[in-house]
């Protein structure tokens, strides 16, 4: 019996619905090895396949989907100024985008034109014009502005430096930013001791936008001879915990296949995937599966509408028609993954599905994952995974009928705390049916970007040296033997690391190559403030980011680079299907001094220790990059011959673990045991997971997603949730976890009841920053939440422009009302510290006095941080004499006052300008007792009578003796700016004027009486009786 009828006894005939499995108990133990031998019967492509049809409607027209005809000449229009240079980029270049890596218009897998949007979308930030340096020269105003308007700007064309309390950047020369960058390093490094590369306060990020394997591979030669292993990539926060299984499971950290198997397989399975988005011409792959029989099936808490139904734009009947393209969905709780893919196995047992010859001969493992099966019932799998024992046995029936299958997965899987075991859990279910190491099968951990699978080959990582080897005491002295220069044999810090290191201050320099933290990791404020508090931060990039734009602990530095068809010598890329494809420098227009990335980070090892730098850590060129490149990396080997465009290497062949021998230690496959989690959702909760729409990365393209309709701000929900709670589409909610909460629309979708999914970046403040995969050290991208009805078919409530008409005074009898009944949710919220006063009736600057263990001013501070999402400090010209608390949960940032001792008002406008929310909470820093309780139910005031932008008022106070008090005070920023900026040119100071010319909600003295009886919440601080009767007061003992 040939491997060919042996895989058809297990699989019965091609097409077959079985109502069982085929029992594999008629395979004869003398069964020969099918290693090579086994080769599927090559379908034949239907030339017209009506039944794949969509629609009749031409190319969609009736259909929620791209128009990808439009994105072509929106393209062509965008790249107008330099049209011949974007052709040659087209024609030339090896695509930036997702990881599917053409070269050119050359497809690697079939004949024809390979373009897709993606690629189109990225094409302008290579053809850009430089923008002016003048604009950086005051960075406020550039907060305002999201990242497209960011990028629109320009490149970036010169070496530029912001110095703590700078109001922007200024332009410096390249000697200047790295004679500094090289300082700040020794400095860190004689911090620490040199000697002790597991211990030191510098680290170093690369994103995966455009990088080439030249640079990750210099990037992570000069950290190690810098003396860290703290250099990490964007791979981390994706597809980390796919490469540690693999590696575990099948000895590779790879895609086993390429993507010429998808086509020729008869079953194609996405987990957690939406590839009509992030990799579209992979649906071109799809359709022509579907074309030669093959069938598609989709495991998803949320079912894509671009892998149900999808026009190939490079294909005339598809462009046409359409083609239906998921055969079978099977619906999954966000996080059910592993407790789905028992389920399947336990009925692939019980149904004598397993290949049981394959799994004897070539796996371990086995028994110890049968046993603890057993131990799991199909009813709790089918609980705790959100799926059946029906779909269980329907998935496991399908998956044995085809003769070979490719399981894809993506971050749908890996962002999770359990990634890792979920990519073991999808191994478990490749090996029980030997779809590994054979053609038309395979494991494909699809990627997005176009640089991430080689960034960690060439040992740009935490935790692996070059080749992917990971970091251990014979492997750093094997490198080190190589190098000529010790490797630490300690793991650096993961890219979360990073941050986290940063906000406890041991960090001296973070250098970043891209990438943008402030957008790509959980719980934004939290990194802000992280980012804030390194000394040195460079930031080396071809535009413009956000992370740019936060306050220097003291010093940032930005590093124009070029991109990498500007890059001189070429550079390589890897793809998924591991193919490393050559890009050549594109002749073409090239911004200011802008430098490749590879040139300047040698130049600053040259500058931190020149001597062993021009012996160790020196290259003349990228040509001589790639020959180390191949001897240092042996499966590499053949780069060093890539010279043009076309020219690649494909390491390991078309198929890794080809006839089942896998390099393993143990020369075998092995089975892992993995458990799925025994969650149990706590009343009124959901489980909300991240999804991405016309983007790349945190780079969004447009608001409005045209596969599902969706803007930026949805909410994806199930109609039956949203009807138990009473809401229709486009509702305003508030969602809420304990990290933090946003504003949502919601978007009725055909998602599994009880989940939701909303956009990234946008869901990250509700994403909690302590939750990562113990393994893979990838953050989990999901969370708890509970969603909280705000308003009826409206927007969800911006950020109001910075400067907002002030409406007209109104009699203060016709502006006071009662606060309805709270919602239960308060409004993202700056709270302001007014600390810029005299002292004068104290007699000596009263905010420095003790009172409880620690100066009066922290009293307040502390108040503010527990209701807020940070806090600002107005302080007179001449500094404050007391120091901040380092301690907080939220940001602290210290402003200067308009004018010294100008009255509350100027200070209020000048904390208002520099606040990042759109709300306000105002205190004063002389106020200790202020109580968390009573602030929170002013919060409540403006957000539960909102009926319009600014809700019921512009702002809340609370009522005392029939008056509305000064402060503590809610206003809206914008018209906090606007009526300040009236009021001050008209000569007032006070913030009574503010206050009689707003329409502010009133709070009932009642009402919050409740929560503070003692009306500590208004006790000021003004000559040091009051000090001392409020430390008794506050301590009846003293």
Request: with cysteine; glycine share 10%.
């Amino acid at each position: 019996m040939d491997a060919r009828d042996h895989l058809r006894d297990v699989a019965g005939e091609p097409g077959s619905e079985p109502s069982s499995i085929a029992g594999s108990d008629a395979q004869a133990s003398g069964t020969p090895d099918p290693r090579a031998t086994f080769q599927p019967p090559r379908k034949k492509a239907r030339r017209i396949a009506p039944n794949l049809w969509a629609g009749l409607v031409p190319n969609g027209l009736d259909q929620q989907k791209p128009n990808h005809y439009w994105e072509m000449v929106r393209t062509i229009w965008e790249n107008r100024r330099h049209p011949f240079y974007a052709l040659r980029i087209l024609r030339k270049g090896v695509c930036d985008g997702c990881a599917l890596g053409v070269a050119g218009f050359k497809d690697w897998t079939m004949d024809g034109v390979h373009l897709c949007t993606t690629r189109l979308n990225l094409l302008q930030v290579n053809t850009m014009d430089a923008l002016d340096p003048r604009k950086l020269a005051v960075v406020d105003h550039l907060r305002e502005l999201d990242g497209t308007a960011l990028r629109k700007l320009g490149r970036l064309p010169y070496p530029m430096i912001r110095r703590r309390g700078d109001l922007g950047f200024r332009r410096i020369g390249w000697d200047e930013a790295l004679d500094l960058a090289a300082e700040r390093i020794r400095g860190a490094k004689a911090a620490r001791g040199a000697q002790d590369p597991g211990a030191d306060r510098f680290a170093f990020f690369l994103t995966a936008r455009g990088i080439t394997n030249e640079t990750y591979y210099v990037a992570q030669k000069v950290a190690r001879f810098l003396g860290t292993n703290n250099v990490d990539n964007a791979a981390r926060i994706c597809h980390a915990p796919s490469t540690g299984a693999l590696k575990r499971g099948v000895g590779v950290a790879a895609t086993t296949c390429d993507y010429r198997d998808v086509i020729e397989s008869d079953l194609t399975v996405l987990f957690g995937a939406d590839v009509a988005n992030a990799q579209p011409v992979f649906m071109k792959y799809l359709y022509l599966a579907k074309k030669r029989g093959g069938k598609v099936a989709v495991v998803n808490p949320y079912r894509e509408p671009g892998l149900e139904r999808y026009w190939v734009p490079s294909n005339a009947e598809s462009a046409v028609f359409g083609t239906k393209i998921t055969d079978e969905f099977f619906p999954v709780h966000v996080g059910g993954d592993i407790a789905f893919l028992n389920g399947v196995l336990k009925v692939l047992i019980e149904e004598n599905g397993v290949d049981d010859d394959f799994v004897t001969r070539h796996t371990d493992g086995w028994p110890e994952l049968r046993a603890e099966l057993a131990q799991q019932t199909l009813e709790d799998l089918a609980r705790w995974s959100g799926s059946s024992v029906e779909d269980f046995r329907r998935f496991a029936r399908m998956y044995a009928a085809a003769r070979s299958a490719v399981l894809v997965w993506s971050m749908g899987i890996t962002q999770h705390v359990c990634g890792t075991d979920n990519v073991a859990a999808i191994i478990n279910l490749a090996l029980a049916r030997g779809n590994v190491g054979r053609p038309g099968a395979g494991l494909m951990p699809i990627r997005g970007h176009s640089g991430v699978q080689g960034g960690a080959e060439m040992g740009c990582y935490a935790t692996v040296l070059p080749g992917g080897v990971p970091i251990e005491q014979e492997s750093a002295e094997a490198l080190t033997a190589q190098y000529g220069f010790r490797i630490g044999a300690e793991r650096g810090l993961s890219a979360a690391e990073m941050v986290e290191a940063s906000g406890r201050g041991e960090l001296d320099v973070l250098w970043s190559v891209g990438g943008n933290f402030l957008d790509t990791l959980p719980e934004p404020a939290a990194v802000h403030a992280a980012l804030e508090r390194v000394p040195l931060r460079v930031h080396q990039d071809i535009i413009i980011s956000s992370q740019m734009l936060v306050d220097p602990g003291d010093t940032v530095l930005l590093l124009p680079a070029t991109t990498r068809y500007e890059q001189p010598g070429g550079g390589t890329e890897t793809t998924t299907e591991r193919r490393v494809a050559f890009s050549p420098e594109i002749p073409g227009p090239r911004i200011g001094e802008a430098r490749s990335e590879w040139q300047v980070l040698l130049d600053l090892a040259a500058r931190v220790d020149p001597v062993r730098a021009a012996v160790l850590c020196s290259f003349e060129s990228a040509q001589e990059i790639r020959e180390e490149i191949a001897c240092v990396v042996p499966y590499y080997d053949g780069v060093q011959h890539l010279k043009q465009t076309g020219d690649a290497i494909q390491w390991g062949g078309a198929r890794l673990c080809e006839g089942w021998v896998f390099p393993t230690p143990n020369g075998r496959a092995n089975f892992v045991v993995v458990r799925p989690r025994e969650r149990e959702l706590p009343a009124g909760r959901f489980l909300l997971s991240t999804r991405r729409g016309k983007q790349f990365n945190s780079m969004v393209w447009r608001t409005h997603d045209p596969l599902t309709g969706a803007d930026r701000d949805a909410l994806f929900m199930a109609p039956s949730d949203a009807q138990g709670m009473g809401l229709g589409e486009g509702d305003t909610v508030l969602v809420r976890s304990a990290s933090g909460e946003v504003r949502a629309r919601i978007k009725l979708s055909t998602i599994r009841p009880g989940n939701l999914q909303m956009f990234f970046p946008e869901a990250n403040p509700v994403i909690p920053s302590d939750r990562r995969d113990p393994v893979a050290l990838v953050p989990d991208y999901n969370a708890t939440v509970e969603v909280l009805p705000l308003g009826r078919g409206g927007s969800p409530l911006p950020e109001q422009p910075r400067t907002t008409q002030r409406r007209a005074a109104q009699p203060r009898a016709e502006r006071r009302e009662a606060v309805r009944p709270p919602s239960g949710s308060t409004a993202p919220t700056s709270g302001i510290v007014l600390a810029g006063g005299r002292s004068s009736r104290f007699g000596r600057d009263k905010l420095a006095e003790p009172l409880d263990g620690r100066p009066l001013l922290h009293h307040a501070i502390r108040a503010l941080a527990s209701v807020c999402t940070e806090v600002i400090v107005v302080a007179p010209a001449g500094g404050l004499a007391v120091a901040l608390p380092a301690d907080l949960p939220v940001p602290l940032r210290v402003v200067t006052d308009r004018t010294s001792f100008g009255g509350p008002l100027l200070g209020l406008a000048a904390g208002a300008e520099r606040a990042r929310e759109a709300w306000l909470l105002v205190v004063g820093g002389d106020m200790p007792g202020l109580e968390p309780a009573v602030l929170r139910e002013m919060l409540r005031a403006v957000v539960a009578g909102s009926g319009d932008r600014y809700g019921a008022g512009q702002g809340a106070a609370l009522e005392l003796d029939g008056a509305a008090q000064r402060l503590p005070l809610v206003l809206h920023r914008g018209v906090a700016i606007a009526a300040a900026g009236d009021l001050a040119s008209s000569g007032e100071r006070s913030l009574g004027a503010l206050l009689s010319a707003l329409d502010v909600v009133i709070v009932p003295e009642d009402r919050w009486r409740r929560l503070d009886p003692g009306a500590r919440t208004l006790h000021d601080i003004d000559v040091p009786a009051d000090l001392a009767s409020e430390t008794l007061e506050a301590d009846p003992s003293a």
